[in-house]
């Protein structure tokens, strides 16, 4: 199985900060790469797919970058309903795999 | 916009079948083109891809779960659904249903869009 690993595993940041998530793949999964958020008792939501395609409705303050075997989950301005656990899931191979995500809080 | 949303029983005892539905609506599971799957999250843990369904019938299973695992597809109930056998604590967790999202060459899966709420299932006596 391809494992990914996301760094930090948690962060504490405050609104209008820049803030930048790495996932790393255990091997190259081209650009075979989402980012979901999730909020508490919440569904995961779409938010980046193909590493760097924003999904539909989802706020230009989130991009996406990478390819091979890493990748970045970057939000420009940290607004207050952004805080929450953010996983990124490789698509290239079976099984699909999902990073072990990262917290977000607020400073 | 197509919704999904799982249904099922809460508590399952150990060594036992659990069973769940997700109920599609907003669209068609038989239009085809999309791909139906099953994930699972621990409480307070992260995500496990359990497997998923095409309309056609034919599934692809997580091999750490292939053993127990079986998902199947009511394209005239537009539902598709999750049995997992032998239970044990160790599979309580929430259990939600999605969209699998082909996009890349030879139609390879980009996403999982849209989910279900989720459904917590506890394993125990």
């Known amino acids: 199985d391809i494992q990914l690993t996301q760094s930090p595993s948690f962060l504490s940041a405050s609104v209008g900060d820049r803030v930048t998530i790495t996932c790393r793949a255990s091997q190259g999964i081209s650009s075979y790469l989402a980012w979901y958020q999730q909020k508490p008792g919440k569904a995961p939501k779409l938010l980046i797919y193909a590493a760097s395609t924003l999904q539909s409705g989802v706020p230009s303050r989130f991009s996406g970058s990478g390819s091979g075997t890493e990748f970045t989950l970057t939000i420009s301005s940290l607004q207050p309903e952004d805080f929450a656990t953010y996983y990124c899931q490789q698509l290239n191979s079976y099984p699909f795999t999902f990073g072990g995500g990262t917290k977000v809080e607020i400073k | 916009q197509v919704q999904l949303q799982e249904s099922g029983p809460g508590l399952v005892k150990p060594s036992q079948t659990l069973s769940l539905t997700c109920t599609v609506s907003g669209g068609s599971i038989s239009s085809g083109g999309y791909y139906w799957s099953w994930i699972r999250q621990h409480p307070g843990k992260g995500l496990e891809w359990i497997g998923y369904?095409?309309?056609?019938?034919?599934?692809y299973y997580n091999p750490s779960l292939k053993s127990r695992v079986t998902i199947s597809v009511d394209t005239s109930k537009n539902q598709f659904s999750l049995k997992l056998s032998s239970v044990t604590a160790a599979d309580t967790a929430v259990y939600y249903c999605a969209r699998s999202v082909p996009g890349g060459i030879f139609g390879t899966l980009i996403s999982f869009d849209p989910w279900g709420q989720g459904t917590l299932v506890t394993v125990s006596s």
């Open positions: 369904i095409y309309y056609s019938g034919s599934t």
